[in-house]
């Protein structure tokens, strides 16, 4: 089983609100990903947890708020977004250690109004 | 510097017309090279991995292939359904477990 589960699946959120993204993963992988994705552009990493610590972090606003609960899950907070932060936002995982392939969610589609 | 260059950026394909996407890396001490295809709106569907020049592999009518200074994605006899964004990545070359940077990937459209 090579899936990984992210929900929701789509999101409308307020310049005001707070709301969370979820993750999750059952390939035993200790480095987990967050990753942004505007239209016709590659991903863009934004944060890496290894061991579920965050390992990096790619000079990402505070407005964006992850945390990795247990060696399962990823969760990214989201408060006082703005409209530019609309994007797909993609969750991955891969061996901790190795130069293997990272597998992919179906990602949350987000828009802020 | 880009170290991931992708080739086409866009490629239209008659149906069973093969071609190839080129991926060329500038990364030294190469510690893989992965195809990703894409979907729009959904997440990237990890194709195959390439660790050492020479190295072929295989699934339906895609084939990747790995020299020391590019990746192919040979397509033969492309259907519709194939009709994706192939994007390629690769490792940088930094210690321990770096995450993967991608090429600006290829938009494959295959007509019927």
């Known amino acids: 089983d090579t899936e990984v589960t992210q929900t929701p699946k789509h999101l409308v959120m307020g310049m005001t609100n707070k709301k969370s993204l979820k993750c999750e993963q059952h390939?035993?992988?200790?480095?987990m990903y967050w990753y942004k994705q505007k239209a016709k552009k590659p991903p863009e990493l934004m944060f890496v947890?290894?061991?579920?610590?965050?390992?990096i972090n790619e000079s990402v606003p505070s407005r964006f708020s992850p945390e990795c609960p247990n060696s399962s899950l990823l969760n990214l907070h989201l408060h006082a977004l703005q409209p530019e932060d609309s994007a797909l936002y993609l969750c991955?995982?891969?061996?901790?250690?190795?130069?293997?392939?990272?597998?992919f969610g179906q990602g949350t589609r987000l828009t802020v109004v | 510097e880009d170290q991931v260059t992708q080739s086409p950026e866009a490629l239209r394909l008659q149906e069973g017309e093969s071609s190839s996407l080129n991926c060329s890396y500038t990364?030294?001490?190469?510690?893989?090279l992965f195809w990703y295809r894409q979907d729009p709106g959904k997440g990237p569907e990890f194709l195959f991995t390439?660790?050492?020049a020479g190295e072929e592999k295989e699934k339906e009518r895609l084939k990747a292939t790995l020299t020391k200074k590019e990746s192919f994605l040979h397509i033969t006899a492309p259907k519709p359904e194939d009709s994706a964004t192939y994007l390629c990545?690769?490792?940088?070359?930094?210690?321990?477990?770096?995450?993967?940077?991608f090429g600006k990937g290829t938009r494959l459209s295959v007509i019927a």
């Open positions: 991955a995982s891969s061996q901790e250690g190795a130069y293997t392939e990272a597998f």
């Open positions: 390939m035993g992988h200790r480095a």
């Open positions: 947890y290894s061991y579920e610590k965050l390992s």
């Open positions: 990364v030294s001490g190469l510690r893989g």
């Open positions: 390439l660790y050492s």
């Open positions: 990545a690769v490792h940088p070359p930094l210690g321990g477990n770096t995450p993967l940077v």
